[in-house]
């Protein structure tokens, strides 16, 4: 397998869930700004969306959508529990917590607050609504070490990555005690500090 990604992206957490589950993938490097490739390939031509992460399976096959990688990725090791058994409640709120992460989340961050175009009455629009809902992700953790059930899941890679980006919006998680404490705790994972220091984000 092969996961395009750049560092700190979303592709994070597929590349968290790709290392939680043990599986090998090769890690290429892309510049989405300038379309390419670290090695200087058109990514276009790779994904005409332009976007990252891109799981490349060994058939060939290329596949996109950060909650459909997360899930596959979670179903190839049922073993280390990142996924639920299928028709279980827990699979049920894992799908649920990926789709609130990447719609709620993900799409308000990115694109609206990384782009210096944004107008400052969208950001505030964007941020206030954003505050909401780390207030629904901050009661979600109350009393509890994981975003479901009591093992690590694909979600709580997922809501890593995501919140990882508040401070580089400047948006601080004081007032959210909760999403601190996962924050460290997702953070303190072998693999997790593996895959952060494979993407130049961490050293020991
Ligand atoms: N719908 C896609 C969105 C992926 C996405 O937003 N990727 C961002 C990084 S977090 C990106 O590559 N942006 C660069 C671009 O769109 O050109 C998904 O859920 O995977």
Same mark, same amino acid.
């Given at each position: 397998?092969?996961?395009?990604?750049?560092?700190?992206?979303?592709?994070?957490?597929?590349?968290?869930?790709?290392?939680?589950?043990?599986?090998?993938?090769?890690?290429?490097?892309?510049?989405?700004?300038?379309?390419?490739?670290?090695?200087?390939?058109?990514?276009?031509?790779?994904?005409?969306?332009?976007?990252?992460?891109?799981?490349?399976?060994?058939? &060939?096959? %290329?596949? =996109?959508?950060?909650? #459909?990688?997360?899930?596959?990725?979670?179903?190839? *090791?049922?073993?280390? !529990? $990142?996924?639920?058994?299928?028709?279980?409640?827990?699979?049920?709120?894992?799908?649920?917590?990926?789709?609130?992460?990447?719609?709620?989340?993900?799409?308000?961050?990115?694109?609206?607050?990384?782009?210096?175009?944004?107008?400052?009455?969208?950001?505030r629009g964007v941020i206030d609504r954003l505050k909401l809902r780390f207030a629904d992700l901050e009661n979600r953790?109350?009393?509890?070490?994981?975003?479901? &059930?009591? %093992?690590? =899941?694909?979600?709580? #890679?997922?809501?890593?990555?995501?919140?990882?980006? *508040?401070?580089?919006? !400047? $948006?601080?998680?004081?007032?959210?005690?909760?999403?601190?404490?996962?924050?460290?705790?997702?953070?303190?994972?072998?693999?997790?500090?593996?895959?952060?220091?494979?993407?130049?984000?961490?050293?020991?």
């Open positions: 397998m092969k996961l395009y990604f750049a560092p700190g992206y979303c592709s994070q957490a597929v590349h968290i869930a790709l290392r939680e589950a043990g599986l090998d993938a090769d890690l290429v490097q892309v510049d989405t700004v300038a379309g390419t490739t670290l090695e200087g390939a058109d990514y276009r031509a790779i994904n005409p969306r332009g976007y990252v992460p891109l799981l490349e399976l060994d058939d &060939g096959s %290329r596949h =996109t959508e950060v909650a #459909a990688l997360l899930q596959y990725v979670g179903d190839l *090791a049922p073993q280390a !529990g $990142l996924m639920p058994a299928a028709g279980s409640r827990e699979r049920f709120e894992v799908l649920q917590w990926l789709a609130f992460i990447s719609s709620e989340l993900h799409k308000a961050f990115s694109p609206w607050l990384f782009h210096k175009e944004t107008a400052g009455s969208t950001r953790l109350a009393g509890r070490q994981w975003l479901v &059930g009591d %093992r690590f =899941t694909v979600a709580d #890679a997922y809501a890593f990555t995501i919140m990882g980006w *508040a401070g580089m919006v !400047g $948006l601080g998680l004081a007032e959210y005690p909760n999403v601190v404490a996962h924050q460290d705790r997702v953070r303190a994972r072998p693999q997790v500090r593996a895959a952060l220091r494979a993407e130049g984000l961490f050293e020991d």
